[in-house]
């Protein structure tokens, strides 16, 4: 995903040398897009796991 970032200056400055400012703009905003919904799943994922974790604490210290 990365990559994917560093990538966008040089492919913005080459559509829009090109002339092509929409296909510039558009590929900008999905890159933007597709990182943010990778970013909020691992967030996500996180959160999940730490809930987890934590009912089966309960659950230990309920038995205990």
Do not use: N, W
């Amino acid at each position: 995903l990365e990559g994917g970032i560093a990538e966008l200056p040089a492919i913005r400055d080459m559509t829009a040398l090109a002339g092509y400012f929409d296909v510039a703009v558009r590929d900008v905003v999905m890159a933007i897009g597709a990182f943010t919904l990778a970013r909020l799943t691992e967030v996500r994922q996180e959160r999940i796991s730490h809930e987890r974790r934590t009912l089966a604490e309960q659950g230990r210290h309920a038995t205990a």
